[in-house]
């Protein structure tokens, strides 16, 4: 089985494999795959907020060192070739992480990392990533992993949304 791909093709930011199954499920998306965080920093702004496309909302973390939202495909695979993120209008700004894939939630390999990226030192962009470290693994878990501190000098993850892309199986 060689799988759906969903490639991003330049203006086609969160039209990937999120969105993919949002579609497929009629916004059950929750039977496709599962979100979890190292923490969640108000309640009012619950994690299912990363997968919707509306920058009014939004999911952050609690300020502690190394804060992490993960994706389990459960039991589907994805070998990711680009992702999204949209930052939110205000404060607390990622900075620093790292994209892990993993197959077992346990043993990460590193993926793609961003030092100090200025792409996200401005408040409700879009920017997509190409994957740093390509290969044809195919990971059941990708996770953000935060490496350093936002751009406000805290720990918290603050996000709209995210998309990956790439082939599904």
């Not at 070739?81 to 390999?109: A, F």
Request: hydrophobic share 30%; proline share 2%; net charge positive.
């Amino acid at each position: 089985n060689k799988g759906i791909t969903i490639s991003f093709n330049g203006d086609n930011e969160f039209e990937g494999i999120i969105d993919y199954f949002r579609k497929k499920t009629n916004d059950n998306i929750i039977n496709e795959m599962l979100i979890t965080a190292s923490s969640i920093g108000n309640s009012s702004y619950p994690i299912k907020n990363l997968l919707n496309k509306d920058t009014n909302r939004k999911f952050l973390t609690q300020n502690t060192p190394n804060s992490w939202i993960c994706f389990d495909f459960k039991n589907k695979k994805i070998s990711p070739t680009h992702y999204s993120i949209q930052t939110h209008c205000g404060c607390y700004l990622i900075k620093n992480w790292k994209l892990e894939g993993s197959n077992d939630n346990v043993s990460w390999d590193v993926i793609d990392e961003q030092t100090n990226c200025e792409f996200t030192h401005k408040s409700n962009i879009i920017h997509t990533f190409q994957i740093r470290n390509k290969s044809d693994k195919k990971f059941r878990y990708l996770r953000i992993f935060s490496t350093g501190k936002n751009w406000e000098n805290y720990n918290e993850i603050y996000l709209s949304s995210i998309e990956f892309y790439g082939t599904l199986i």
